[in-house]
């Protein structure tokens, strides 16, 4: 191929080339290193632990915990039957598990994307995929790389917003946001509620309201919530109404009650959402341009307007005004941010008169944005945190394959929130993900009393303390923890 026919084709294809890159950088930070970090206590923990344990029961609507019925973790399984595609798909492991996490995020990208550039153009679309990189808390704790349900959320959060901001010209879509509703809920839960009150706010500050016709909200209720009533009846023939009984009680109520004691403020939120670069960076292009568009009589308010301001506004008053204080439950506000940013630079683009070379200088805002955030992105995937508990059990079995499916005691100086003897959630995950292990509590004191074989795991130093005990049992695997087997 000749030098001039490159040229022809890169000149032909350039937007292509640029969304194709954009997308692919955002497969790596996403997929890249993705079962490195190690497991996170609690929600990822939670969550991986009910999905492994549903997988193996093959009992999709009941969550357990070390093979109980859980009632900690009050989700709908939505977001296990996610971790449990991964292991069918790629088997055990912990990609496995954040498959699900990374691919929705991915999702959410090319969906933002996608809108993007069919309603404004190729300059929104690269504006706002550059913007989407820069946000690198889409990236970690509680989104994308993590097996817990918050990237599934967004993902299902950001298509009700999209379908919603179409409502107006394709009245139908109201059922597709509807049922993006259910999923949502069967996925977080009434966080979901959110979806709502936007929704609900749309319908009567745009007028809608007025278009639609009883069987239209008959439709709508039954696409909302007949996919919940009919896991809430199956949930309920498994035990009643314990489990749902506590979803409002505990997963709303005494949250809210807990949190109002910790974080008195009403200003959580907006002053999480200030400490973020990239927030302030794309709120400080959006208000100058909207600032521009003012001045040169370009701006008018819409009812697509209207959408955009609910889906930023809502989520952050009612999650301010809550007294909660999990940064995490802002994140789907990133994404109208995001967009609001490429509309801004898109309508620069339309407002100027010389047009050459224009679109690779407004390109420059969010590629500001992301030199400055992306590279802290990236740097994270080589400093991922990693656990030597749980490295030395995924060893310990890798070597050992014959101990899997084992009872598993543990005793160890360096648990973070419970008695050496206990399990934390992600040693258990980790367990149960290495080997199919059984873990038991009771530590040494149980182990050594037990008449069939099993196996602990302790550190050196317990190890020593107990070692008139121990001594004589065999020692399977050692290095910063040691595995023993009686």
Not at 416 to 433: I, N, T, V
């Amino acid at each position: 191929m000749s030098k001039e026919s490159i040229l022809q084709f890169i000149k032909k294809y350039f937007i292509c080339i640029i969304y194709l890159s954009l997308a692919l950088v955002t497969a790596y930070l996403c997929f890249s290193r993705l079962d490195i970090a190690s497991l996170q206590h609690w929600d990822e923990a939670r969550h991986g632990v009910n999905g492994y344990e549903m997988f193996k029961n093959h009992n999709y609507i009941v969550n357990t915990y070390n093979y109980e019925n859980d009632y900690f973790n009050l989700k709908p399984p939505l977001s296990y039957w996610g971790i449990i595609l991964g292991f069918k798909l790629f088997g055990v492991s912990i990609f496995s598990m954040r498959f699900y996490s990374a691919l929705s995020l991915l999702l959410t990208f090319l969906a933002v994307a996608y809108y993007m550039h069919k309603h404004y153009g190729k300059t929104a679309a690269v504006s706002s995929m550059l913007l989407f990189i820069s946000f690198s808390d889409l990236f970690y704790r509680h989104a994308g790389r993590n097996a817990d349900a918050d990237a599934l959320f967004i993902l299902l959060f950001t298509l009700a917003m999209l379908f919603m901001l179409q409502v107006q010209k394709h009245q139908n879509y109201i059922y597709v946001c509807g049922f993006l509703f259910s999923l949502a809920f069967l996925a977080k839960s009434w966080h979901a509620l959110v979806l709502l009150a936007i929704g609900g706010l749309y319908l009567i500050f745009s007028g809608l309201w007025r278009k639609l016709r009883l069987k239209n909200y008959l439709l709508f209720l039954a696409s909302a919530f007949g996919p919940i009533l009919l896991w809430a009846l199956v949930r309920y023939q498994y035990d009643g109404m314990n489990f749902l009984g506590q979803m409002f009680g505990v997963d709303v109520t005494k949250r809210i009650t807990e949190s109002a004691d910790s974080n008195p403020s009403y200003t959580f939120f907006t002053r999480y959402l200030l400490s973020c670069k990239p927030v302030v960076i794309t709120a400080a292009i959006i208000l100058i341009i909207l600032a521009y568009l003012f001045i040169k009589k370009k701006i008018r308010y819409s009812n697509t307007v209207l959408a955009y301001l609910l889906w930023l506004f809502i989520p952050l008053l009612v999650y301010d005004f809550s007294h909660v204080y999990y940064y995490w439950y802002i994140f789907p506000v990133y994404i109208p941010l995001i967009m609001l940013g490429g509309v801004c630079i898109h309508k620069v683009y339309q407002c100027l008169e010389c047009k050459k070379g224009l679109f690779c200088i407004l390109m420059i805002f969010p590629l500001f944005i992301v030199s400055l955030e992306c590279r802290s992105t990236l740097r994270e995937l080589d400093n991922l945190e990693v656990s030597g508990f749980q490295n030395d059990i995924k060893a310990a079995m890798e070597q050992n394959p014959g101990l899997h499916q084992m009872d598993i005691y543990v005793e160890k100086t360096d648990n973070e929130y419970k008695d050496s003897y206990y399990w934390e959630q992600a040693g258990l995950l980790a367990a149960e993900l290495s080997g199919d292990l059984y873990c038991k509590e009771g530590g040494i004191a149980a182990f050594t009393q037990l008449p069939k074989d099993a196996l602990l795991i302790v550190d050196p130093e317990t190890y020593e303390s107990y070692q008139e005990i121990l001594q004589g049992l065999e020692i399977v695997y050692q290095n910063e923890y040691i595995l023993i087997k009686k």
